[in-house]
């Protein structure tokens, strides 16, 4: 395959959604299990205490449950974020989209932008310890199969976000 | 036999994991979404991609879920529903929206954002990484939080006493609006 030579536009929104049940049922019919991401940060957090100070992380109720056989490093999530950055990777450069770049509004410097990154990353890191899932396995996952805590979760998000977003102007618009 | 087929942790169930992950990844960069400035979109009116494709998937793999049931060829009980802890999802949520409109990823678009070259989408993976790191050995102060209000793996039908097929006919009413209302707020001049 020949990556385009320039960008090419994305995919309809509803095409590419319904694609992305497609997947997800599939991984619901084939492991009986949905997609995910936060926990293959939790896994590889856990993974990586016990190589430092291994007493410390057995005796850490949190990450207990990730060091359980089969191991941090043979956890279902850790693979499939794996391929979800294979996939990506090879999906922008097919399209012409894989390129160096620091997104930003346009009066946001790249310095400033990347902060915010890490501290928004950092805060979605905490919830999503909290809230057991992130927009992977509780809002799409969970949504689909209609759970509580899911369809809660994903109203409560929307609302966070709606709420900030109007104190972060200069980092977008 | 009836389906889910698989349900080890062996090689097997890791490269269903791989390619699993690799078709997940490959739809959400197809959507825009390894994209910060257009997910942000959303939460100024502009955009609406993130509503219109997180609803898509969600009454695809709904509805298909549904019908291969009751069809008889997949067992809704031996699927894993994510347990439901009513207060730690909602502050949760909440505070992961913050996040979100602050990095402009989630997790797993951030490995997306991160993977096609973007500096701030792997700003956000290292942010994401800290954040579960420092909260996983710092864990002892919110345990009490944590495990508050626990509710198993339930359901809407079961919380709020109506069948299955109703409540899944109407989250697909209620994704058909939020199209027509995104699409119109979209054309506006």
Same mark, same amino acid.
């Given at each position: 395959?020949?990556?385009?030579?320039?960008?090419?536009?994305?995919?309809?929104?509803?095409?590419?959604?319904?694609?992305?049940?497609?997947?997800?049922?599939?991984?619901?019919?084939?492991? @009986?299990?949905?997609?995910?991401?936060?926990?293959? $940060? #939790?896994?590889?957090?856990? @993974?990586?205490?016990?190589?430092?100070?291994?007493?410390?992380?057995?005796?850490?109720?949190?990450?207990?449950?990730?060091?359980?056989?089969?191991?941090?490093?043979?956890?279902?999530?850790?693979?499939?974020?794996?391929?979800?950055?294979?996939?990506?990777?090879?999906? #922008?450069?097919?399209?012409?989209?894989?390129? @160096?770049?620091?997104?930003?509004?346009?009066?946001?410097?790249?310095?400033?932008?990347?902060?915010?990154?890490?501290?928004?990353?950092?805060?979605?890191g905490f919830a999503a310890v909290l809230a057991r899932g992130c927009t992977s396995g509780?809002?799409?996952?969970?949504?689909?199969?209609?759970?509580?805590?899911?369809?809660?979760?994903?109203?409560?998000? $929307?609302?966070?976000?709606?709420?900030?977003?109007?104190?972060?102007?200069?980092?977008?618009? | 036999?009836? &389906?889910?087929?698989?349900?080890?942790?062996?090689?097997? +169930?890791?490269?269903?994991?791989?390619?699993?992950?690799?078709?997940?990844?490959?739809? *959400?960069?197809?959507?825009? *979404?390894?994209?910060? %400035?257009?997910?942000?979109?959303?939460?100024?009116?502009?955009?609406?991609?993130?509503?219109?494709?997180?609803?898509?998937?969600?009454?695809?793999?709904?509805?298909? +879920?549904?019908?291969?049931?009751?069809?008889?060829?997949?067992?809704?009980?031996?699927?894993?529903?994510?347990?439901?802890?009513?207060?730690?999802?909602?502050?949760?949520? +909440?505070?992961?929206?913050?996040?979100?409109?602050?990095? =402009?990823?989630?997790?797993?678009?951030?490995?997306?954002?991160? &993977?096609? =070259? %973007?500096?701030?989408?792997?700003?956000? *993976?290292?942010?994401?990484?800290?954040?579960?790191? &420092?909260?996983?050995?710092?864990?002892?102060?919110? %345990?009490?939080?944590?495990?508050?209000?626990?509710?198993?793996?339930?359901?809407?039908?079961?919380?709020?006493?109506?069948?299955?097929?109703?409540?899944?006919?109407?989250?697909?009413?209620?994704?058909?609006?939020?199209?027509?209302?995104?699409?119109?707020?979209?054309?506006?001049?």
């Open positions: 395959m020949i990556p385009a030579a320039r960008p090419r536009p994305y995919a309809d929104p509803y095409v590419a959604g319904a694609c992305l049940g497609v997947v997800l049922l599939a991984a619901l019919v084939i492991t @009986g299990r949905g997609l995910g991401a936060s926990g293959a $940060f #939790a896994t590889t957090a856990a @993974g990586l205490t016990h190589a430092i100070a291994p007493g410390h992380a057995d005796g850490n109720p949190y990450f207990a449950r990730y060091l359980a056989a089969p191991g941090p490093w043979r956890d279902w999530l850790l693979f499939e974020l794996g391929g979800v950055a294979l996939g990506g990777a090879l999906s #922008a450069w097919a399209a012409g989209r894989l390129r @160096g770049a620091v997104e930003r509004g346009p009066r946001a410097r790249p310095p400033a932008r990347l902060i915010v990154a890490f501290a928004g990353g950092a805060i979605m509780l809002v799409l996952t969970g949504g689909a199969l209609l759970g509580v805590g899911a369809w809660l979760f994903m109203l409560a998000a $929307f609302a966070g976000a709606y709420a900030a977003a109007p104190l972060l102007r200069r980092m977008w618009r | 036999m009836t &389906a889910p087929w698989i349900d080890d942790t062996g090689s097997a +169930a890791l490269a269903i994991a791989v390619g699993v992950g690799v078709a997940f990844g490959a739809a *959400l960069e197809r959507a825009g *979404l390894g994209s910060a %400035r257009k997910l942000v979109g959303q939460f100024y009116g502009t955009d609406f991609t993130v509503l219109k494709v997180m609803l898509s998937a969600i009454v695809t793999a709904m509805l298909g +879920a549904f019908w291969l049931t009751q069809l008889g060829v997949l067992d809704l009980a031996r699927v894993e529903v994510p347990e439901t802890w009513l207060v730690p999802q909602l502050v949760g949520g +909440a505070v992961f929206g913050v996040g979100m409109a602050m990095a =402009g990823l989630c997790p797993g678009t951030s490995c997306v954002a991160a &993977a096609s =070259g %973007r500096g701030d989408g792997a700003s956000v *993976l290292l942010g994401i990484f800290a954040g579960v790191l &420092a909260t996983g050995l710092g864990f002892a102060p919110l %345990r009490a939080l944590y495990d508050s209000t626990p509710r198993g793996p339930l359901i809407l039908p079961a919380w709020l006493g109506v069948p299955y097929g109703v409540v899944v006919l109407a989250i697909v009413a209620l994704a058909l609006v939020a199209f027509r209302v995104a699409e119109r707020i979209e054309a506006r001049p």
